[in-house]
């Protein structure tokens, strides 16, 4: 019996798919060490030993802290946004309150309950005077693929007439991490609660600029 089988009948994973575990194994331990101490007092020793891995292992795979860092920041970003959604042309074809409804209900879908992320936001704003690189790495990671899609979005879609849609790209979405960031990593849902779809639709509202009228006030 090759020494690769366990006598089941489970396939084997290739060698490819196993250097994927075993990177996110690591990630997974440093997640953990970096929660626990921080990122300055985080060591690759400690980091090593949360990830059940040795020290040549966990080299072999990162370089140094802060690319074990960044690389965690990249796969938690990226995770959550991994293709170039908005710029398919199909969506300028749909009445822009909908793509827009689509748009920020799965990202605060996708947000709800991530605590993970949420400690890691915390982190990188929290190190973020010390190490702006690894803000920066956030940023160009998370942020600026997004901010570029719905800038896309805003200028090419017919129902719109923007006129920056880089600045109105930033106001939607600054709106959505605004909510996030009040809601779920302030802890602020009790004292400032909104309702996610009265949230939502506002926000549509300001955007698109239909809003609901009185026709009786309106000859006033």
């Known amino acids: 019996m090759s020494d690769f089988t366990d006598g089941s009948d489970q396939p084997q994973k290739s060698p490819q798919h196993k250097e994927v575990d075993k990177s996110g194994t690591i990630l997974a331990g440093a997640m953990q060490e970096f929660i626990k101490s921080g990122y300055t007092a985080a060591s690759m020793d400690r980091i090593a030993v949360a990830a059940g891995v040795s020290k040549p292992t966990l080299y072999s795979y990162f370089r140094d802290k802060a690319g074990l860092f960044a690389a965690l920041i990249q ?5 959550s946004h991994n293709s170039r959604l908005f ?16 748009i920020a209900t799965a990202s605060l879908e996708k947000m709800s309950g991530k605590q993970p992320l949420f400690t890691l936001i915390r982190l990188i704003i929290g190190e973020s005077g010390r190490f702006p690189a690894l803000a920066q790495t956030f940023v160009r990671n998370g942020e600026k693929p997004m901010l ?6 805003f200028a090419n879609h017919p129902d719109l007439k923007a006129g920056d849609p880089e600045v109105l790209a930033r106001c939607f979405h600054g709106s959505i991490v605004h909510y996030i960031i009040l809601q779920e990593i302030l802890h602020g849902r009790d004292i400032v609660p909104l309702e996610r779809d009265r949230f939502i639709n506002g926000l549509i509202d300001l955007i698109v600029g239909e809003r609901s009228f009185d026709p009786d006030q309106e000859l006033q």
Do not use: H
């Open 75 to 79: 796969k938690m970003t990226l995770g």
């Open 148 to 153: 570029e899609e719905l800038s896309y979005l």
């Open 87 to 102: 710029e398919n042309e199909q969506l300028l074809q749909l009445p822009l309150r909908d793509v827009l409804k689509q």
